[in-house]
């Protein structure tokens, strides 16, 4: 690929999963909430939802066990992504750089000192 089109990609690509983190934190400012389960335990997730009906502190809209896995592991997903783009990053980059350093010697005497010879 095209040095050009590569770093066009990886442009886009940042500002799309900076984009995506940020819709992500914005979701959890306006639509965090929890869910108390059958068996005791409290889930915690943000999704948008209409919070005029539903005031309570532990909400009554219900998921199922699929959505609710989902839902609580969402932000995991995305950092995953970001370590995998840094991952094949840093592979692709590994290369080894080889020095290679020459000495040259001076195999002629110098006949002339000082000035230039005269012009005729």
Do not use: W
Request: hydrophobic share 45%; net charge positive; charged share 20%.
């Amino acid at each position: 690929m095209k040095p050009f089109v590569k770093n066009i990609t990886k442009k886009f690509a940042v500002i799309c999963m900076i984009g995506i983190i940020g819709l992500l934190t914005i979701n959890n400012v306006m639509f965090l909430h929890s869910h108390k389960l059958d068996n005791g335990n409290f889930v915690t997730h943000a999704h948008p939802y209409d919070k005029s009906n539903d005031s309570a502190p532990i909400k009554s809209h219900h998921h199922s066990k699929t959505e609710l896995i989902f839902l609580e592991n969402l932000q995991l997903l995305f950092i995953f992504i970001l370590i995998s783009f840094i991952a094949l990053d840093v592979a692709k980059k590994k290369s080894y750089v080889a020095i290679i350093r020459v000495f040259y010697t001076q195999d002629y005497e110098i006949l002339h000192f000082g000035r230039a010879p005269p012009l005729v």
